[in-house]
């Protein structure tokens, strides 16, 4: 175990690695290519950035096909195919969303659109393609997937061959010990530009509107451009809505959107934050969620509990596996006469150590690991009813769990060489499959262990 020296993961609730051994550094996605994500179908079918997967024929009312995109996010990737065709970018649904920042391949489903219609689609400045095309009887739903496959490229290392060979081994070694990596919350879900998700969820969660908005609002971080600096700076030297609208960049579109709620309606913070899409105010409750589940799982660490067996007090969930399809089908409380047998379960893989995820039927842990949530809860200055936002009924939560930690499956290095784009330094590459709602930059930070997040591409 090994404290975080980078000031955002402390921000994040990313306190400790559970490696010591220090980080070979570098930075990643110098350009689109040094980070590939290829997504994994439910029945295991990789939907390769350049090879056409080989899916079977179907029918159906819904059109499913592989969307390969380079610098663009799912979202306005979807925009674009929809632009072209003149249709709703609501008809299109996919399994997960996909990193801007990377060159990716991912299933899509759409309705009204024959295969054929769907592969004649080109776009002028290729960054987004489409590969094979198929037809289902049902619509492809968010989470409808087994994982990713990475393929990464580490530049700017300022180590030998050997000496970077040498602390990757020893990471590996050490999180095999450990029982893995810490299924954290990646910098994606808080963001890395301006990481104030949970800030304004856990004032949402308090009933702290005003500071909720502000922070939205004002809160200003280095990263942002100058523009939307001196915006910031005017709003909160002013509280001049008016003005300051005059200021904000138009890509801002949730702060400008709050501005002109609040100019009708002055001081009614309650509803400037219900004036957002649902989407969106559900984003930062669940940032929340987030960030708390990232501060007790670094404090079980800490507190030198295990990330991959139960102690008593802990919850194990009991895992159904059909195929590459894996669902929790029972959960357990460890207690003093189970542990044991719910560990056995654990070490075979037919089980795994689950934390809770708060919400308002969350029932808390026993034992050691109970402590360390009311700690964290108590340092929040929240409760678990807490999550029932009474006046705000669709962004209250019931919580849920996630898994403690996870494995790197098929990990390997591809290479280390002289990094033809950064001169005097080395790069390496690697290659890895996660399993869905696990981050590639966790484990990254492992292996790199930067002090800087922003810079290192995390």
Same mark, same amino acid.
């Given at each position: ?6 000031p955002l ?5 990313? !306190?400790?690695?559970?490696s010591?051994?220090?980080?070979i550094?570098?930075?990643?996605k110098?350009?689109? !290519? ?6 994994i179908s ?11 997967p080989?899916?079977a024929?179907?029918?159906?009312d819904?059109?499913w ?6 610098g663009l996010?799912t979202?306005?990737?979807i925009r ?10 609501k008809?299109?649904s996919?399994?997960g ?5 990377a060159?990716t391949?991912?299933?899509v489903?759409?309705e009204?659109l ?5 592969l004649?689609?080109?776009d002028?400045r290729?960054k987004v393609k ?24 580490i530049r700017?290392?300022?180590l030998?061959?050997?000496?970077v060979?040498?602390? $990757?081994?020893k990471?590996?070694?050490e999180?095999r010990?450990?029982?893995g990596?810490p299924a ?8 890395t530009?301006?990481?104030?998700t949970h800030i304004?969820g856990?004032?949402?969660v ?6 909720a ?15 939307a600096k ?5 709003l909160?030297?002013t509280m001049?809505?008016?003005?300051a609208l005059?200021l904000?960049p138009?890509t801002l579109h ?8 609040l100019i009708?309606h002055p ?9 957002l899409?649902l989407?969106v105010?559900r984003?930062f ?20 509990l295990?990330i991959?067996?139960a102690?008593v007090?802990d919850i ?5 596996r ?9 959960v357990?409380?460890a ?6 047998k719910?560990?056995?379960?654990i070490?075979r ?10 919400g308002?039927d969350?029932i808390?842990?026993?034992g050691?690991?109970g402590?360390?949530?009311r700690k964290?809860l108590r340092? !929040? ?12 009924p ?7 769990l996630?898994?403690a ?6 990990f390997k ?6 990094? !033809?784009? $950064?001169?005097?330094k080395l790069k390496?590459?690697?290659?890895f499959?996660?399993?869905?709602g696990?981050?590639?930059t966790?484990?990254l ?5 930067p002090?800087?997040?922003y810079?290192?591409?995390?």
């Amino acid at each position: 175990m090994r404290l975080s020296k980078a000031p955002l993961d402390k921000l994040l609730g990313l !306190e400790v690695y559970i490696s010591s051994t220090e980080g070979i550094g570098g930075t990643i996605k110098h350009t689109y !290519e040094d980070f590939i994500v290829e997504e994994i179908s439910e029945d295991g079918i990789v939907c390769s950035v350049s090879d056409k997967p080989e899916f079977a024929e179907g029918s159906g009312d819904y059109t499913w096909f592989v969307l390969v995109k380079r610098g663009l996010d799912t979202l306005a990737a979807i925009r674009k195919v929809a632009r072209h065709f003149r249709i709703s970018s609501k008809l299109f649904s996919a399994a997960g969303l996909k990193d801007a920042r990377a060159v990716t391949a991912q299933l899509v489903c759409v309705e009204g659109l024959s295969p054929d219609e769907l592969l004649s689609f080109s776009d002028e400045r290729g960054k987004v393609k489409i590969l094979v095309a198929f037809k289902r009887p049902y619509k492809l739903l968010p989470g409808m997937l087994y994982g990713n496959h990475f393929r990464v490229t580490i530049r700017g290392i300022e180590l030998s061959v050997g000496e970077v060979d040498e602390r $990757i081994s020893k990471i590996l070694d050490e999180i095999r010990e450990a029982g893995g990596v810490p299924a954290y919350y990646g910098y994606q879900r808080f963001g890395t530009i301006r990481p104030i998700t949970h800030i304004v969820g856990r004032y949402v969660v308090r009933r702290e509107f005003e500071k909720a908005i502000l922070t939205l609002l004002t809160e200003i971080f280095p990263h942002e451009s100058e523009r939307a600096k001196e915006a910031r700076k005017y709003l909160k030297d002013t509280m001049d809505f008016k003005g300051a609208l005059e200021l904000f960049p138009k890509t801002l579109h949730h702060e400008r959107a709050v501005m002109y709620y609040l100019i009708k309606h002055p001081n009614d913070f309650f509803g400037a934050f219900r004036s957002l899409p649902l989407t969106v105010r559900r984003l930062f409750i669940g940032a929340f969620q987030a960030y708390l589940f990232n501060k007790v799982l670094s404090e079980r660490i800490k507190n030198g509990l295990p990330i991959d067996k139960a102690v008593v007090g802990d919850i194990v969930a009991v895992l159904s596996r059909r195929g590459y399809s894996i669902r929790v089908k029972g959960v357990f409380r460890a207690n003093e006469s189970n542990v044991e047998k719910l560990n056995e379960f654990i070490e075979r893989g037919d089980a795994a150590l689950a934390l809770n995820i708060f919400g308002y039927d969350t029932i808390l842990c026993e034992g050691v690991p109970g402590e360390i949530e009311r700690k964290v809860l108590r340092s !929040e200055g929240v409760s678990i009813k807490d999550f029932r936002v009474k006046h705000m009924p669709e962004v209250s939560s019931r919580g849920t769990l996630r898994m403690a930690s996870f494995r790197p499956e098929n990990f390997k290095i591809t290479d280390i060489s002289s990094d !033809e784009l $950064i001169k005097n330094k080395l790069k390496i590459g690697l290659e890895f499959t996660l399993r869905k709602g696990l981050y590639a930059t966790v484990l990254l930070r492992e292996l790199m262990k930067p002090v800087d997040v922003y810079k290192a591409g995390l």
